[in-house]
């Protein structure tokens, strides 16, 4: 109920009484549909990347919630005073949930269609490393802010967490562990695990979680809750795992039927733009990061649609929410160096059990802010980072590119940041209008991609300057190689070695093919490629992170 309090500071002070009952309820959907999510990248992008909840819809929802119509009574707003488990209660904030599922169930039909129709693709030859690398940078850069206030409140537990993930990640990543292994010619014996390489962000938020646990049993960590270091508690969430079952099997309409209104579909709509450009550099971030082809048009068209489709299905899930790439995911890739896609299925697996078994799902929910704090300022500074990286085709010593690149960054920062703090001076009077201008100029990496995007197809400059001349040059021998062919085909050899009739290869979300029927592949090549594709959906870089 906290989500349609009048104002932020209102949603500070009642948050952490009002959120327990809709955040143990909604958790395990959440859990349930992020998995259903990554197996949509499977199909999708066929790149390595959980698919989750989304930011971007995070200031729509909040939008449509604060109109007088969505306001939460008076009576909710004291959860002293508030029946939480009465049907009055649960009805006030399921009707919005209801709402916000119909929004989005409607805006992903427009992601679906951007997607399967090749309009995506289509504006990908107008897209290159100077809207690429501040759309990326982006992602990460506006967050220091929450990432910055998470690891604040505890700082002792940040640097903790901080230490241990760059002691894994960096120090101890070529040292390997013997573990038992059976099978094979020699039945029993031993082999070689790189643990910290593999695991390095895993094991650091565990052993972080576990001290911050000790501390709070000893009651280390002070239990005034208005104390410094408080938030560090593991138990300041309890109710949350209370109120969790222990079974939970989530179904489409469990909130009731959707409704739909036109304002909540036009903000969300909004968020939906912001969320396919985010996406987009999401892919050639996740590409660079392990070692892939950048992806080519249909691997592009068909993520943006497959996401669009796990948008469909969270909003009839009831999420209050869609699903898009994960950021953070990209940003453990450049730590952990794993680009295996049977890494990401398995986790998507974990987070099933984690949707029907309410309780474990619940358990993370626990985990300290500072230790998500710090392993975030690690994470978001490698995506700022991977971002930056695509500047390396561009001629730096160019004056236009360097106004082009800084001027974007620069704007993706301050404009959202002036627009937060002056909403009522861009009132039109039309509401739908004032919800996707609002949220559109709220999203630096919307405002810094359209500005580099705009500037560098506008101002003169030669290919070679632009970065285009390499810029292309890769993309077009991704589309060529038995490489980029095996990674991001469909699976099972759809399109390939079926379903390769020429109605199928016009569709702009499939591998295309020769007159002869074969990939577009060079026999020095295809070892390579069955090599990649034979180790288990693997991609490339597995060995080593680019850091």
Not at 57 to 69: E, N
Not at 76 to 101: G, V, Y
Not at 305 to 315: D, H, M, R, S, V
Request: hydrophobic share 45%.
């Amino acid at each position: 109920m906290a989500h349609a309090a009048p104002t932020l500071k209102a949603q500070s002070r009642r948050r952490r009484a009002t959120l327990a009952i809709p955040a143990a309820a909604i958790w395990p959907t959440m859990s349930w549909m992020s998995r259903r999510g990554t197996f949509a990248s499977y199909w999708g992008s066929r790149l390595p990347i959980l698919q989750g909840g989304t930011f971007a819809f995070v200031a729509p929802s909040l939008a449509m919630l604060t109109l007088p119509a969505w306001k939460c009574p008076e009576w909710t707003l004291n959860a002293t005073l508030a029946n939480i488990s009465s049907p009055e209660f649960t009805e006030e904030w399921q009707k919005r949930i209801r709402e916000l599922q119909g929004a989005i169930m409607v805006a992903s039909c427009v992601q679906m269609l951007v997607g399967f129709s090749g309009l995506i693709g289509f504006l990908m030859r107008f897209i290159g490393p100077l809207t690429i690398a501040p759309t990326i940078s982006l992602v990460a850069l506006p967050l220091f802010d929450s990432a910055g206030h998470d690891a604040g409140i505890h700082w002792g537990i940040s640097f903790l967490t901080i230490f241990l993930i760059v002691l894994f990640s960096q120090y101890l990543k070529h040292i390997a562990i013997p573990v038992p292994v059976y099978g094979g010619e020699k039945r029993c014996h031993t082999s070689k695990f790189y643990m910290f390489q593999v695991f390095p962000v895993l094991l650091a938020l565990c052993i972080s979680w576990l001290i911050c646990f000790v501390l709070t049993a000893t009651d280390t960590f002070p239990l005034v809750p208005t104390a410094y270091g408080y938030q560090a508690r593991t138990d300041t969430k309890g109710s949350v795992l209370s109120q969790a079952p222990w079974f939970r099997f989530p179904y489409p309409g469990q909130w009731g039927l959707p409704t739909i209104s036109l304002a909540g579909v036009f903000g969300i709509i909004a968020g939906v733009i912001s969320s396919m450009v985010e996406s987009v550099g999401d892919y050639y971030a996740c590409a660079r990061l392990v070692g892939a082809p950048p992806p080519p048009k249909h691997a592009i068209n068909r993520g943006i649609g497959i996401e669009g489709l796990g948008c469909l299905l969270a909003g009839a899930w009831g999420t209050g929410n869609g699903t898009t790439s994960y950021s953070e995911n990209v940003g453990a890739l450049g730590i952990t160096g794993v680009g295996s896609r049977r890494v990401t299925v398995v986790a998507g697996c974990v987070l099933l059990v984690m949707g029907v078994l309410g309780k474990v799902g619940a358990a993370f929910a626990t985990i300290p802010p500072p230790v998500i704090g710090g392993m975030f300022l690690v994470m978001f500074g490698v995506i700022s980072a991977v971002g930056i990286s695509n500047l390396q085709y561009v001629d730096m010593n160019s004056s236009r590119n360097l106004f082009i690149f800084g001027f974007s960054i620069y704007c993706g920062l301050a404009i959202p940041n002036w627009v937060n703090k002056n909403t009522e001076k861009l009132q039109t009077g039309i509401l739908q209008l004032d919800q996707v201008i609002q949220v559109l100029l709220t999203t630096g990496m919307f405002v810094g991609g359209f500005l580099g995007f705009l500037l560098d197809n506008t101002i003169p400059g030669s290919l070679e300057e632009r970065g285009l001349l390499a810029w292309n040059r890769i993309r077009e021998e991704s589309e060529e190689t038995a490489m980029a062919s095996a990674i991001y085909a469909l699976p099972w050899g759809i399109g390939t070695a079926f379903c390769t009739s020429r109605c199928f290869q016009v569709l702009p979300f499939c591998p295309q093919l020769d007159h002869h029927g074969k990939g577009k592949t060079s026999v020095s090549q295809s070892t390579l490629a069955s090599d990649a594709s034979s180790s288990g959906e693997g991609l490339p870089m597995v060995k080593e992170s680019p850091l």
